[in-house]
């Protein structure tokens, strides 16, 4: 299986232990407004989502099931996706299009989950604006429409696989 870690920051500016050294840059929801416009933030949210659904594509996936979820009600409430969420559950298959909702829901703190395709497929949220994919092909065109698009990509383990 290849794995990546697909990140808004330049991968040059951590440490040698992997911590990012700018902490001027935003790396949460919660800082629009403070360390990022919410302009910028959608900028930034919509890359994330197009590289999900440009794996998908390239896997030739048009759907994903939920393999788990955790919500936060308040959150949930303030994004207004209770009744989007109400028919979601662990172990559903979900389209591209709700693959979208439910990462912009993550990447909004809103909820956590992980998604994946049997054992050839997978997208995990983790902190600081990371997002692991995995694919059990080598997907270079996906690679390189994420770098086209600004965002970093590099080989790494999702921390969030069962071991």
Not at 46 to 72: C, H, P, S
Not at 121 to 134: P, Q, S, T, W
Request: one cysteine or more; charged letters at 25%; hydrophobic letters at 35%.
């Amino acid at each position: 299986m290849f794995s990546w870690r697909i990140t808004k920051n330049d991968p040059v500016n951590r440490d040698v232990d992997g911590s990012y050294l700018n902490h001027e840059e935003w790396t949460c929801f919660s800082e629009v407004g403070t360390k990022v416009s919410m302009e910028e933030y959608q900028i930034t949210e919509e890359k994330y989502l197009n590289a999900i659904t440009t794996f998908m594509d390239e896997m030739g996936l048009n759907r994903v099931y939920v393999n788990a979820l955790e919500q936060w009600s308040d959150e949930v409430r303030n994004q207004n996706d209770n009744e989007f969420l109400s028919k979601i559950w662990i172990g559903k298959a979900v389209t591209v299009q709700e693959v979208r909702e439910l990462a912009k829901l993550t990447l909004r703190n809103a909820i956590w989950c992980k998604l994946g395709f049997k054992k050839q497929f997978f997208v995990h949220f983790g902190y600081d604006y990371y997002m692991y994919i995995g694919a059990r092909k080598e997907c270079m065109k996906s690679n390189d429409a994420v770098i086209k698009s600004g965002l970093f990509i590099e080989s790494f383990d999702s921390p969030y696989l069962l071991k």
